[in-house]
């Protein structure tokens, strides 16, 4: 499974979990309008960690957040191997 589609898995998951009513993911909507407080962005992170072995927050110094689904997503697709 690509990273894009493993990372919209766990982002489903945890809506379903948190039970927050997820709109279409596009790369173009921003994360606020997921729905997800901070406490679950957290567990993105983390378990996308787990799964993924990565989490480009920490990676660079000077990693910022990011402000859609897409750049979230390519946060993780464009960590050096």
């Known amino acids: 499974m690509s990273v894009r589609l493993r990372i919209i898995a766990a982002m ?10 997820l709109p279409p993911l596009a790369d ?4 606020n309008e997921i729905g997800f ?6 567990i993105l992170v ?3 960690e787990d799964d993924l072995g990565v989490d480009p927050f920490t990676l660079a110094e000077d990693a910022v ?7 979230f997503i390519r946060a993780y697709e464009n960590v050096p191997a």
């Not at 957040?65 to 750049?71: A, C, E």
């Open 37 to 42: 407080d901070s406490l679950a962005f957290a």
């Open 65 to 71: 957040f990011p402000h859609t689904v897409g750049d």
């Open 28 to 31: 173009d909507l921003t994360l």
């Open 46 to 48: 983390a378990r996308l």
């Open 12 to 21: 489903k998951q945890i809506a379903e979990e948190q039970k927050v009513k």
